[in-house]
Antibody, heavy 126, light 111 residues
Framework: QVQLQESGPGLVKPSGTLSLTCAVSGGSISSSNWWSWVRQPPGKGLEWIGEIYHSGSTNYNPSLKSRVTISVDKSKNQFSLKLSSVTAADTAVYYC???????????????????WGQGTMVTVSS | QSALTQPASVSGSPGQSITISCTGTSSDVGGYNYVSWYQQHPGKAPKLMIYDVSNRPSGVSNRFSGSKSGNTASLTISGLQAEDEADYYCSSYTSSSTFVVFGGGTKLTVL
């Protein structure tokens, strides 16, 4: 079965860049699914950051779009998140997740997040 | 402020049924059948419980069911058990630029 595992630094300095990787095992990142990043600040709810398809196509949350880059490395079966100019407000548990895909009249629509990584806590602090 | 509105908390006794609502707009919940529900225990990753409004993934108890009426989706848990105590989040595709929205979460307490 497909499993996801996040990795990356747990501490990032303010104004720096947060970088995380999600390794996909038990299946191919080149499947028909999209691959998402979701975050959760301490004690708060979930926020969708963005997603990527194995072709490199991306969709981002407009509130973060100017600072977010999601990329894919098919040779390593993994995808990555970069969030620039971070502040304390970016402190959160970051999850990677597989997104079910649906296509209506050729238009992509994201469905549920059916597989999640365990999450990794990232703290922004000097 | 979350795009989808959920009650902050609900509670019920073992064996009872509870329902958690998730209210959106015609641009998300009301306009499409992409509502999903997640269960999250403390310190754990969310787990998909319902997708596409009313479908259960393999392995999820049939005590969990989903429905939708207008702009409001609902998650019903019947035969409440102690292990159901957790936070629950709804999510939906939205035709707005946000693309994907979550509810603020509901804390379920089993009395």
């Amino acid at each position: 079965q497909v499993q996801l595992q996040e990795s990356g630094p747990g501490l990032v300095k303010p104004s720096g860049t947060l970088s995380l990787t999600c390794a996909v095992s038990g299946g191919s990142i080149s499947s028909s699914n999209w691959w998402s990043w979701v975050r959760q600040p301490p004690g708060k709810g979930l926020e969708w950051i963005g997603e990527i398809y194995h072709s490199g196509s991306t969709n981002y949350n407009p509130s973060l779009k100017s600072r977010v880059t999601i990329s894919v490395d098919k040779s390593k079966n993994q995808f990555s998140l970069k969030l620039s100019s971070v502040t304390a407000a970016d402190t959160a548990v970051y999850y990677c997740a597989r997104t079910r895909a649906d296509y209506v009249w050729g238009s992509y629509r994201p469905g549920a997040f059916d597989i999640w990584g365990q999450g990794t806590m990232v703290t922004v602090s000097s | 402020q979350s795009a989808l509105t959920q009650p902050a908390s609900v509670s019920g006794s073992p064996g009872q049924s509870i329902t958690i609502s998730c209210t959106g707009t015609s641009s998300d919940v009301g306009g499409y059948n992409y509502v999903s529900w997640y269960q999250q225990h403390p310190g754990k990753a969310p787990k998909l419980m319902i997708y596409d409004v009313s479908n259960r993934p393999s392995g999820v108890s049939n005590r969990f069911s989903g429905s939708k009426s207008g702009n409001t989706a609902s998650l019903t848990i019947s035969g409440l058990q102690a292990e159901d105590e957790a936070d629950y989040y709804c999510s939906s595709y939205t035709s707005s630029s946000t693309f994907v929205v979550f509810g603020g979460g509901t804390k379920l307490t089993v009395l």
